[in-house]
């Protein structure tokens, strides 16, 4: 148990739906994360939030959009997903942004059908 | 961008065994971390080590920030050390802290 939750544990959803990933993290740090994992690839960092400001990878499609409403909850808004979006989606927070340890969630499994 | 590289990709022990994992990036970096991955995808942090060297139990990882590498040693090895290491690395730029994964060393460990 490493302080950070994600719900749903596993998605599959069609290329027309549009579903939400959900992160809450229990430790009280200020920054949190969305990376993806795709088989064969290294982590890739998506977004990072912290209280001040949102980081945004430029590769990221517009598909993919991420909602911060207080330090402590992040989720990632998914509508017209490609199959090619399949992927492990990973939440991760730390006390602050740099200089500190990054603790990861549990994952959510996305299928896109 | 920041190049990293683990070595070895895949790697098969022995229960019992010592193994050292090696991450190699191509440029002076703020932080450096270890995670284990477990098969079931969670990522467990084991070190937060920039530089110098720290022990946990039978694991221990040593960073040579100066040289651009880090090493894991795992000693006696069990089953349960089984799933992926990946180390990541950050490199702080003036507008924002990027985060790169090494792709990783996948270790089995047989009984």
């Known amino acids: 148990e490493t302080g950070v939750t994600q719900t749903p544990r596993h998605l599959v959803m069609g290329m027309t739906n549009k579903k939400s990933l959900k992160c809450e993290q229990h430790l009280g740090h200020n920054a949190m994360y969305w990376y993806k994992q795709s088989a064969k690839k290294p982590l890739e960092l998506m977004f990072v939030y912290s209280l001040e400001e949102r980081v945004e990878n430029n590769s990221v499609p517009s598909r993919f959009s991420p909602e911060c409403p207080n330090s402590s909850h992040l989720f990632l808004h998914l509508h017209t997903l490609q199959p090619e979006d399949s992927a492990l989606y990973l939440c991760a927070s730390s006390q602050d942004r740099g200089d500190h340890e990054q603790y990861f969630g549990p994952g959510t499994r996305l299928t896109v059908t | 961008g920041i190049q990293v590289e683990q070595s070895p990709p895949d790697l098969i022990l022995q229960e019992g065994a010592n193994s050292t994992l090696r991450c190699n990036f191509s440029?002076?970096?703020?932080?450096l971390q270890w995670f284990h991955q477990n098969p079931w995808g969670q990522l467990i942090n084991l070190f937060y080590?920039?530089?110098g060297t720290k022990q946990n139990g039978r694991l221990s990882a040593t960073t040579v920030a100066t040289e651009r590498y880090s090493l894991l040693y795992i000693s006696s090895s069990q089953t349960t050390d089984s799933g992926v290491y990946f180390c990541?690395?950050?490199?702080?730029?003036?507008?924002?802290?990027?985060?790169?994964f090494g792709p990783g060393t996948s270790l089995s460990v047989i009984p």
């Open positions: 080590i920039p530089s």
């Open positions: 990541a690395v950050e490199r702080r730029k003036t507008s924002y802290d990027k985060v790169i």
């Open positions: 440029d002076s970096v703020n932080n």
